[in-house]
Nanobody, 121 residues
Framework: AQLRESGGGSVSTGGSLTLTCAAD????????MGWFRQSPGKEREGIAR???????TYADSVKGRFTISRDRERNILYLQMSSLSPDDTAMYYC????????????????WGQGTPVTVSS
């Protein structure tokens, strides 16, 4: 799978950003996908995931502020982020995983290079 993130940047507290992950057609149509982030000194955490059937789940830290979606025509995974705070500062990664039966997903095996997000106070 080929994954390439873009859309990161610097914003002020309360601002918004939309990240995009361009992927190959098979990944967008048939794999679980998600967004993950890693801050310096911390482990990578999953913040938004989408099953192959587009069922989303969110980490509590972003619930209500972030929205994950995918466009199967354009082969893109999106992460719309709003009400950003300095705690959201991190490198953001797009990940993809094989889909299992009944809508479950394996852990991601495919990763992009990441796009940085910096939120200033």
């Amino acid at each position: 799978a080929q994954l390439r993130e873009s859309g990161g940047g610097s914003v002020s507290t309360g601002g918004s950003l939309t990240l995009t992950c361009a992927a190959d057609k098979w990944t967008v149509s048939s794999r679980c996908m998600g967004w993950f982030r890693q801050s310096p000194g911390k482990e990578r955490e999953g913040i938004a995931r989408s099953t192959m059937y587009d069922y989303p789940t969110y980490a509590d830290s972003v619930k209500g502020r972030f929205t994950i979606s995918r466009d199967r025509e354009r082969n893109i995974l999106y992460l719309q982020m709003s009400s950003l705070s300095p705690d959201d500062t991190a490198m953001y990664y797009c990940g993809a995983a094989e889909a299992l039966a009944r809508g479950y997903c394996q852990e991601p095996a495919y990763w992009g290079q990441g796009t940085p997000v910096t939120v200033s106070s």
